[in-house]
C-alpha cells in the first residue's frame, strides 16, 4: 500500500521559513513526477511545485522564488522549502506522487491534483501578519 506521510508544518511569523518533507513507503519511488499542493478553506487545491525524476522542477508564479521543492531518491522523501512566508501561504500543505507529464521538448510534470494518483494527508501552515 502506497503511503506518503507530510511533516514539517506549524505556525511561523510572516516572512519566516518553514521546510516541509514527504516520505514515502509501500513502493518504489519510481514515479516521474511528484509535486507539492496546498488548499486554503473555501478554495480549490493549488498545484505548486512539481519534480521529476532528473530533478527538473516548476513553480507556480505564487511561489515562485520563494520555495523550493527537492527530492532525496535513496531516502524516498520530497521537500519544499519554503521562505519568505505571508498570511496568504496559510493553507494545508499536500504531497503527491505518481504524476502525469507530457513531452514538448523535454519533460513536463503537470501540476494539477487530477494529475496525481497518490496523495499524502497533508500538513498545516499557518502564517502570521
Known amino acids: 500500500q502506497v503511503q506518503l506521510e507530510e511533516s514539517g508544518g506549524g505556525s511561523v511569523q510572516s516572512g519566516g521559513s518553514l521546510r516541509l518533507s514527504c516520505a514515502a513507503s509501500?513502493?518504489?519511488?519510481?514515479?516521474?513526477?511528484m509535486g507539492w499542493f496546498r488548499q486554503a478553506p473555501g478554495k480549490e487545491r493549488e498545484g505548486l511545485a512539481t519534480i521529476d525524476n532528473d530533478g527538473s522542477a516548476s513553480y507556480a508564479d505564487s511561489v515562485k522564488g520563494r520555495f523550493t521543492i527537492s527530492q532525496d531518491n535513496a531516502k524516498k522523501t520530497l521537500y519544499l522549502q519554503m521562505n519568505s512566508l505571508k498570511p496568504e501561504d496559510t493553507a494545508m500543505y499536500y504531497c503527491?506522487?505518481?504524476?502525469?507529464?507530457?513531452?514538448?521538448?523535454?519533460?513536463?510534470?503537470?501540476?494539477?491534483?487530477?494529475?496525481?494518483?497518490?496523495w499524502g494527508q497533508g500538513t498545516q501552515v499557518t502564517v502570521s501578519s
Open positions: 509501500g513502493y518504489s519511488y519510481s514515479s516521474y513526477c
Open positions: 503527491a506522487a505518481d504524476g502525469r507529464f507530457v513531452v514538448v521538448g523535454g519533460t513536463i510534470c503537470l501540476a494539477r491534483q487530477n494529475d496525481y494518483k497518490y
